[in-house]
Nanobody, 119 residues
Framework: QVTFVESGGGLVQPGGSLRLSCAAS????????MAWYRQAPGKQRELVAGITSGGSSTNYADSVKGRFTISRDNIKNTVYLQMNSLKPEDTAAYYC????????????WGQGTQITVSL
C-alpha cells in the first residue's frame, strides 16, 4: 500500500522559512519523479515543485521560483521542500505525490501538512 506522510508545517511570519518532509512508502521510490503540491481554501490543488527520479532536474511554479527548493533522498525514501521568503499567499495545505506532469497520474493522497503564513 502506498502512503505519503507529510510533516514540517506550521505557522510562520512573512519572510520566514520552513522545511517540509514527505516520507513515502512506495515500492521502487527511486524510479518515480516526485512533486510537492498545495491547495489553498477554495482553490484547486496545484503543483509547486517537481524533481526527477534521480534528483538531477527540478521544476517550479512561477509563484515559488527562487524561494522554494525541492530535494530528495532515495535511501530514506523522502522528499523535502525548503521554503524561504514565505508570503501570505503561500498559505495552504501541502502534499507530496508522484509528479503528474511526468507520469500523467498521481497515487493516493496523504493527509498533507498545513502552512499558515501570517503575522
Amino acid at each position: 500500500q502506498v502512503t505519503f506522510v507529510e510533516s514540517g508545517g506550521g505557522l510562520v511570519q512573512p519572510g520566514g522559512s520552513l522545511r517540509l518532509s514527505c516520507a513515502a512508502s512506495i515500492r521502487s521510490f527511486s524510479m518515480y519523479a516526485m512533486a510537492w503540491y498545495r491547495q489553498a481554501p477554495g482553490k484547486q490543488r496545484e503543483l509547486v515543485a517537481g524533481i526527477t527520479s534521480g534528483g538531477s532536474s527540478t521544476n517550479y511554479a512561477d509563484s515559488v521560483k527562487g524561494r522554494f527548493t525541492i530535494s530528495r533522498d532515495n535511501i530514506k525514501n523522502t522528499v523535502y521542500l525548503q521554503m524561504n521568503s514565505l508570503k501570505p499567499e503561500d498559505t495552504a495545505a501541502y502534499y507530496c505525490n508522484i509528479d503528474r506532469l511526468r507520469s500523467g497520474y498521481v497515487l493516493l493522497w496523504g493527509q498533507g501538512t498545513q502552512i499558515t503564513v501570517s503575522l
